[in-house]
């Protein structure tokens, strides 16, 4: 049996909620953010804090503050940031419904997997903290579960919590959906596809996703009503291009002017089941359809140290420049104009091939002769290979690369120069 208060979800981080990731999107619809590097973030339902520990070693500046009401959750958070030397965060054993902090404290709020997942009184208790608590030009993330996706997910839900009687729920739902009495029908095609999806997850998401007693999802429309009523507003998704405006031409015919109704419709079009959503104060302008220009005004950083996997000879022009994090501006495709270097920038950007942001994220691409890693990277390395880079970036290391990386405190010259420069390249390197 799964008992979601039974297994914990994980020293995760998520990619999307970096302060430079947000500010660079705030940016491109119209928002002026605070500065990353001097930011001060709030997360809530921080779990056991791996995800602003990684943001207080990539923005040294900044000043995190995360709270949990699990307090096995905020011994581990307190004792991974003792471990790392983590002296800009703070983490503290509080429920969000009562958490107290002074109005303008953050720049950036984060709430992930926490909206849907709790009673409405504490939804509504997250949007007035954030009303309350967020500097005048501060953005917030939240992600939630969505409609009409979560339709379709909840055959699962539903599912899981009917079979959880048993001693492995995986068993007994493949059961049931091997046992169908009419697998092709409408509903058994739909239950077999979302279980098949489901099952390859692990134990902590299956357990907090689905069998938590709270999971509520609901409509975007719903969503930016509820953000009306605490005179905030959505200003755009954090992941770039799964945004209204950022779709092909032929989609955006069918989505009208209105930018809330037209991401409503896009869910409809998509089936989206999740959000991770921006949101700010009301009385903030905003840009409809951003200008593919502006991200001449970002930061770029690749997503991939092998050439290899680049097959546009633009992007591999444009990928060989990439030295850290750069200023889009600093880079040069011979004989091209900046309109079309700003083109190849937002298609790159939406095919992978690099990440723009704000901000430069405290890491070198050199290898000194005594060189030191990022302390969080080599605690990490120790438990298992899955580690965050300074970019924010989840990277699963080889086990040469694993090996090395714990090692790297600065006292040290090590010989394996081909694995340093790989760490290099990936952000792992401070020194």
């Known amino acids: 049996m799964f008992e979601p208060g039974d297994i914990s979800y994980g020293d995760l981080t998520f990619q999307d909620s970096h302060p430079g990731v947000i500010a660079a999107i705030a940016s491109l619809v119209g928002l002026t953010p605070p500065a990353v590097e001097t930011c001060r973030v709030l997360e809530l339902g921080c779990g056991t804090g791996f995800n602003i520990l990684a943001m207080s070693q990539s923005i040294p500046g900044g000043r ?34 009562d958490f107290a902090a002074s109005p303008g404290a953050f720049d950036f709020i984060i709430a992930h997997g926490v909206y849907s997942w709790v009673p ?24 939630y579960n969505t409609h009409p996706g979560w339709h379709l997910r909840n055959l699962v839900r539903d599912g899981l919590r009917y079979c959880n009687t048993a001693v492995d729920p995986r068993e007994a739902l493949d059961q049931l959906t091997h046992s169908l009495v009419n697998p092709e029908s409408p509903y058994g095609r739909a239950l077999q596809a979302e279980w098949s999806s489901a ?53 955006k015919d069918q989505l009208g002017a209105d930018p809330l109704r037209r991401e409503q419709h896009l869910d409809w079009l998509t089936g989206r089941y999740f959000r991770q959503s921006l949101i700010c104060h009301a009385s903030l302008p905003l840009i409809a359809d951003p200008d593919p220009f502006s991200v001449l005004d970002l930061n770029v950083a690749s997503t991939t140290d092998d050439p290899s996997e680049i097959t546009d000879d633009l992007y591999l022009t444009i990928w060989s420049q990439l030295n850290g994090v750069v200023p889009a501006k600093s880079l040069d495709l011979p004989g091209m104009p900046d309109a079309f270097l700003a083109a190849v920038l937002w298609s790159g950007w939406r095919d992978r091939v690099w990440a723009l942001r704000t901000g430069t994220p405290a890491s070198t691409p050199r290898v000194s002769a005594h060189p030191v890693a990022c302390p969080l990277a080599r605690l990490q390395a120790a438990a298992g290979p899955k580690c965050t880079n300074r970019h924010h970036r989840p990277i699963v290391l080889t086990p040469d690369e694993r090996e090395l990386i714990q090692t790297l405190d600065g006292t040290a010259s090590p010989s394996n120069g081909a694995a340093l420069a790989r760490l290099a390249a990936q952000a792992f390197l401070v020194s």
């Open 64 to 97: 995190f503050t995360g709270i949990d009401y699990s307090p096995a959750h905020i011994d581990r958070a307190n004792a991974a940031a003792k471990t790392i030397g983590a002296r800009n965060v703070e983490f503290l054993c509080a429920s969000i419904d």
């Open 120 to 143: 409405p009184a504490t939804r509504d208790a997250i949007l007035a903290l954030i009303q309350r608590t967020l500097t005048p030009n501060g953005v917030a993330y939240i992600s």
């Open 199 to 251: 099952r390859i997850e692990p134990d902590y998401y299956l357990a907090h996703e689905f069998l938590v007693p709270n999971c509520d999802p609901l409509y975007f429309r719903e969503f930016s009503r509820h953000l009306n009523t605490r005179q905030l507003q959505f200003a755009a998704e954090a992941r770039f291009f799964s945004n209204a405006f950022a779709q092909v031409d032929t989609i």
